[in-house]
């Protein structure tokens, strides 16, 4: 299970949401509001889907074991206190219904004895792909939120394009490339923290200080 140290680590990496946003969306989520549903699925499905890959690695299975996952939350009543109470259940759910696919279709047996025989239990290692998918998702949000140019930069500086390739590409100036870089890289810095560091480094760029 997720303990106070998960509970902990998810904490720290949604503190980039608005706080009055946080309680609005988690108060939607509660009263099982069609919109904040609708914004529950376009801020987490793609992670949970992700997350799902990496243990059945199957797509189209990974999507059925997260809709299955989200449908069975609309329907049970739950009720959360905290976001980060929200996205560690999330993960839970679909970790557990992941787990409980391969037991039923007897598939990659050897993997199913890895994550135990009778209770299902989220190791270290399992909460780490946890952690970086939220941290993937928070940065795929807050580039959204960039000016134009600067998220096309953004976008192909992580495709591991030069600066000379992406002034190329978009015909501007390798200057403008640079300057742009750092304001983006200043705006995510500011929304992200100290996770702002860990995920372009795990992306191979270069920071500016």
């Known amino acids: 299970m997720i303990g106070e140290d998960g509970e902990k680590v998810v904490q720290n990496i949604i503190f980039a949401l608005n706080m009055d946003s946080m309680a609005d969306y988690l108060d939607g989520f509660n009263k099982k509001s069609t919109k904040a549903w609708e914004y529950l699925y376009r801020d987490y499905y793609t ?5 799902v890959y990496k243990i059945v690695g199957d797509e189209s299975v990974s999507q059925d074991v997260v809709q299955d996952s989200l449908i069975g939350i609309w329907k049970a009543d739950l009720h959360f206190s905290h976001m980060e109470k929200l996205t560690c259940y999330l993960y839970k759910a679909v970790y557990t219904n992941a787990i409980q696919y391969l037991r ?6 050897t993997l199913l004895q890895s994550y135990g ?6 190791s270290d290692q399992h909460f780490a792909l946890i952690v970086q998918e939220e941290l993937t998702r928070q940065l795929r949000l807050c580039i959204q939120e960039l000016p134009e140019e600067q998220r096309k930069i953004i976008h192909l500086s992580l495709e591991g394009l030069s600066g000379k390739e992406i002034a190329d590409k978009l015909g501007i100036s390798i200057h403008t490339v640079k300057t742009q870089k750092n304001r983006s890289f200043k705006y995510l810095r500011s ?3 100290g996770s702002f560091y860990l995920l372009f480094l795990l992306a191979g ?3 500016p200080l």
């Open 205 to 207: 760029q270069n920071l």
């Open 47 to 51: 992670a949970l889907c992700s997350y």
């Open 191 to 193: 929304k992200l923290g």
């Open 117 to 122: 025989e009778e209770e299902v239990e989220i």
């Open 104 to 109: 039923t279709e007897r598939l990659h047996h």
